[in-house]
């Protein structure tokens, strides 16, 4: 089909999280026509089963439909997803240089909210278009008028036409793709120029190879053209382009500018195929690169071992294949004393490892130990090196470091003036350093901080909701390091250091969070034959202590007649949950202790 | 005594009724009509006549519920004749039967002397009408001495009293009380078990709401420490975790049990062990009764593993333990290939004791013998 680039409209959807993003894209979806109502899943743009128990989006995706417009004419609508977590920021970036313009859906009950602004600001920053659309009006307590005039307030952009809509009844849709049509531009770019392609997302198909998601800024692919990936530098030749249907890939005949669609390549290696890289044609090159790609390091690491020591290669192997789809999680072997053969993996974010933790333990049936999530230090030492430290076993001796390092963010929280006291004390205990605080209305609060990052991974968020009864959002950006008092708090159970267990904290905590820590693993450790002290220590010096009572009494008094069957299960049971126990020294000790330090602040 | 190559046999008898349940009883046992009850014992007779007992000679019988002194005193006797009619029963057969305190007279205890019971086992639990009312006992410690009082008079001459530890308000000092009151009466085998609050009785209910008021684990402690003390000084050794005799007075019954003897178990639920199988009957009483001794039989063929792991976790339970040679003999192999490493890590933490050819849990390993005995667990 030949398309002139008039009317094509390459857009996304932004919203703050449950404003109803993927319930306007599948309305968007349906309307087109491209699919029949038997055909509608419930969330088309969501594939993954988890991504839909979790209600979030987790790898962005486009899907091409096709909308005839009142005034006749046929338009492409590509719409790009984007993922809906802070995690993924780099990503969500990536996918809004590949769009010419942006939906921006607000709940027209809840207003702005944190991610509303931090995306509006993210499309702004790559020159978008975006257009507002007031959700969800059949809630009684919706009050588009007041929503449409806060964001005029606040964001600045108009929105006094903006369509009055509810995705969730299918009222107003007509309206929004109209204004899609209307006030987004179509895209710019000269096909006969040398191929300039961004690549905006990948993933691997075991029989294709890496499929490559693509917007063609200029020029035109085919089928045999030879590719050029600008950062990386490989070359293949093009096997297969093409555009996408909904959850499907039709071939055709050249992608050309201001077109979305995919290249297949027979790469084997997503890694090899960079979001945010440049494609263009080896045999004839355009000058420069887009602008905007990085390489996506991780923020957040942890140990991943098996609880069953056995399973050591069928994790290897399931990382191994979980890292085809996702090149944004790293992994290498460490051994841990306590913990047997396992993986050192890096990830985005705390979000991004609960999915990979919990699709090993779903997809790939295994049953994992891990260790707490830290973030990466930076240990200057006295000899002028300089390490970045991922696993806290790994610190040098005190006397060999000079000073360490420590990641910050800065952060936007909106809450309502009613909780301000509780949230701005909770970043104080958070170590935040606040650097702004403006009113978008008499009653709810912009607050800005600097935090670390050490001490918004674990529960930040929750603590958040709680102390706000959920009137809080947040979003939050890197930005850089900054140096910091840290130290290595070490565990000891029943006289044996516990590397797993061991973690950088700042050194003011150390001794609350040993105290806390050992109150913690009392709890999480069962009683065994003998007494079992757990101590807390720094440099050696112990700074805490509890002790796990020694087991006294536990027997099956009665005799069943001779029916021994129910003894015979109850000491099955006993062995059962032994076999769940890593064994450190003598004691047995639960797979959860090793994630103990993540709940040092539930009361 | 010579057995004309017949192999010895245990036989247990249940009667699944009682006139009240208490409060902290998972057994199988209910109320009932007296014509369930009748149809019951028919169903019964019928399970115990359709069994080919003649390779077997009965060295004890155990009739145990339930409370079997709940049902009319003829369907002893009737049970009796039964098992008289298909097996040969040794001339010094343990035969024993439970009773509850109150469920019986003078009448009723003749019957059941002349029926062939020779052993009676009652169940006291307390001798403090409070402790008792909790449990939802139906006597009290009165009514009890009166009951132990004709069950003497009318010539029992082997006679146990069950007590129960750990009771809800129990104290050291009123566990010594229920002691020197039952001693004082001479029984020839005591039994104490410790409380055990089971999921679905009324007790874990009440646990759960926090009524249960059960004593904290160092009163435990103290008053098992106190049981084991007292009982010994009056002459009664501890053979079993739960079980106190005079010399020769243990329940050769229940012994047969731990050392994995042949048993064959008639009525509800009943279960059985000959040679490597394991069978028992359905635990439906309407399927029972309507199946008239028929029923669907519940069957486990044990493997080797099966029966070492058993041979363990039932022979630990006696205080004397177990034997090596048994051991060999029974399996074929050394016990030390098997589980020298665990027998030895016990030996080493003060749970175990070895001496010539038996082991044998300590008086701290008793206390904790599931931890240790769910290691021999394959």
């Not at chain 1, 392609?197 to 190879?209: E, V």
């Not at chain 1, 440099?539 to 099956?556: F, H, P, S």
Request: proline letters at 4%.
């Amino acid at each position: 089909m030949n398309i002139s680039q008039d009317h094509i409209r390459n857009f996304c959807i932004i919203a703050h999280i449950d404003h109803g993003k993927s319930t306007l894209a599948d309305r968007i979806i349906e309307k087109t026509g491209l699919l029949t109502e038997r055909e509608m899943q419930d969330q088309i743009l969501d594939n993954m089963d988890l991504e839909r128990e979790r209600g979030i989006t987790i790898k962005s995706q486009a899907v091409r439909t096709i909308y005839k417009a009142k005034n006749g004419e046929e338009y492409v609508l590509n719409l790009i997803d984007t993922p809906g977590h802070v995690d993924f920021n780099y990503e969500v970036s990536r996918s809004l240089a590949a769009c010419d313009g942006a939906v921006l859906v607000v709940d027209a009950a809840q207003g702005i909210e944190a991610q509303t602004l931090a995306n509006v600001y993210l499309a702004l920053d790559h020159d978008l278009d975006v257009f507002p659309v007031l959700n969800k009006i059949d809630l009684p307590s919706a009050e588009p008028e007041r929503v449409a005039h806060e964001i005029e307030d606040i964001i600045g952009i108009e929105a006094e036409d903006a369509p009055k809509i509810s995705a969730k009844q299918g009222l107003g849709i007509d309206e929004v793709l109209e204004s899609i049509v209307e006030k987004i531009p179509a895209p710019t770019g000269d096909s006969a120029a040398p191929l300039k392609a961004l690549i905006f997302d990948s993933i691997y198909d075991p029989y294709k190879g890496v499929i490559i998601f693509v917007r063609i800024m200029d020029g035109t692919v085919k089928k045999g053209t030879s590719l050029k990936f600008m950062a990386t530098g490989r070359t293949d030749e093009a096997v297969e382009v093409g555009y996408f249907g909904a959850g499907r890939y039709i071939p055709c005949d050249e992608l050309s500018a201001g077109m979305v669609g995919y290249i297949t390549a027979s790469i084997k290696d997503l890694k090899e195929t960079r979001v945010g890289d440049t494609v263009t044609d080896a045999a004839n090159p355009c000058a420069e690169a887009l602008p905007g790609y990085r390489k996506v390091n991780p923020m957040v690491y942890c140990g991943i071992y098996p609880a069953d020591t056995s399973k050591y290669p069928d994790l290897r192997d399931a990382l191994e294949k979980l890292q085809l789809n996702d090149a944004s999680l790293t992994y290498e072997p460490e051994t841990s004393a306590a913990l047997g053969f396992g993986f050192r993996c890096g990830f985005l974010g705390l979000l991004h490892l609960d999915i990979i933790t919990e699709r090993l333990e779903r997809e790939y049936n295994l049953d994992l130990v891990t260790t707490a999530p830290g973030v990466v230090y930076k240990v200057y030492k006295t000899n002028g090196e300089v390490i970045d430290l991922t696993n806290p076993a790994n610190l040098p001796d005190p006397s060999e470091i000079e000073h360490m390092e420590e990641p910050m963010v800065s952060a936007e929280i909106m809450v309502s003036t009613e909780y301000l006291g509780a949230i701005i004390g909770l970043c104080q205990e958070r170590r935040g350093i606040q650097t702004g605080m403006d009113y978008i209305e008499t009653t709810r609060v912009m607050l800005k901080y600097d935090l670390p990052l050490n001490e918004i991974i674990y529960d930040f968020f929750d603590a958040l909701k709680s102390r706000s009864r959920g009137y809080a959002s947040f979003d939050y950006e890197m930005k850089g390091y900054q140096p910091s008092k840290l130290v290595k708090l070490d565990i000891l159970i029943n006289k044996d250091y516990v590397d797993a267990l061991s973690f950088i904290v700042f050194s003011d905590s150390a001794y609350d969070r040993g105290r806390k820590m050992c109150e913690k693993l009392k709890g999480e450790i069962p009683r065994h034959m003998f007494e079992i002290p757990i101590q807390a220590a720094v440099n050696g010096k112990v700074i805490a202590r509890e002790t796990v009572r020694a087991y006294r009494k536990d027997v099956l008094a009665k005799c069943y007649g001779g029916d021994i069957s129910r003894k015979k299960k109850l000491l099955e049971k006993q062995k059962e949950g032994k076999k769940k126990m890593r064994q450190i020294g003598s004691v047995e000790v639960p797979k959860a202790a090793f994630l103990s330090v993540l709940k040092l602040d539930e009361e | 005594m010579k057995n004309n190559g017949l192999k010895p046999l245990a036989v247990y008898v249940h009667i699944p009724f009682c006139e009240q349940k208490c409060r902290y009883c998972d057994f199988l046992s209910a109320k009932a009509s007296d014509e369930v009850k009748l149809q019951y014992l028919l169903s019964l007779m019928h399970e115990i006549n359709q069994t080919d007992g003649s390779k077997y000679i009965v060295k004890s019988i155990f009739i145990g519920g339930g409370t079997p002194s709940c049902v009319p005193a003829y369907f002893i006797t009737k049970i009796m004749e039964t098992l008289e009619k298909r097996f040969m029963i040794a001339v010094d057969a343990e035969i024993s039967m439970e009773m509850n305190p109150g469920t019986v007279c003078k009448t009723s205890l003749i019957e059941y002397k002349k029926a062939g019971i020779n052993r009676v086992s009652l169940g006291l639990q307390s001798t403090f009408d409070d402790e008792l009312g909790k449990l939802g006992r139906i006597h009290d410690y009165k009514i009890f001495l009166n009951t132990y009082g004709i069950v003497r008079s009318v010539g029992f001459k082997n006679v146990n009293i069950d007590l129960m530890s750990s009771l809800p308000g129990q104290t050291v000092d009123r566990m010594q009380t229920s002691l020197e009151r039952v001693t004082a009466l001479e029984p020839e085998h005591i039994s104490v078990y410790s409380l055990i609050v089971e999921d679905g009785t009324p007790f874990a209910r009440m646990a759960e709401e926090g009524r249960l008021n059960l004593p904290d684990e160092d009163t435990e402690i103290e008053i098992d420490k106190l049981t084991r003390s007292f009982l010994a000084e009056k002459g009664y050794r501890r053979y079993e975790i739960s079980n106190y005799a005079l010399e020769d007075y243990e329940c050769r019954h229940n012994l047969v049990y731990w050392n994995r003897g042949d048993y064959l178990g008639f009525g509800l639920g009943a279960a059985s062990l000959i040679g490597s199988t394991r069978f028992s009957n359905t635990r439906d009483l309407k399927k029972y009764i309507g199946a008239r001794g028929m029923s669907e039989m519940n069957i486990q063929r044990l493997t080797d593993k099966d029966a070492m792991e058993e041979f363990m976790f039932l022979g630990l339970r006696k205080v004397d333990g177990i034997s090596e040679n048994d051991f060999e003999k029974c399996f074929g192999k050394n016990i030390m290939d098997v589980y020298g490493d665990i027998l030895n890590k016990q030996v080493k933490e003060g749970m175990m004791h070895h001496e010539g050819d038996r082991w044998a849990l300590t008086e701290k390993g008793l206390d904790v013998s599931n931890v240790l005995m769910a290691e021999y667990l394959f």
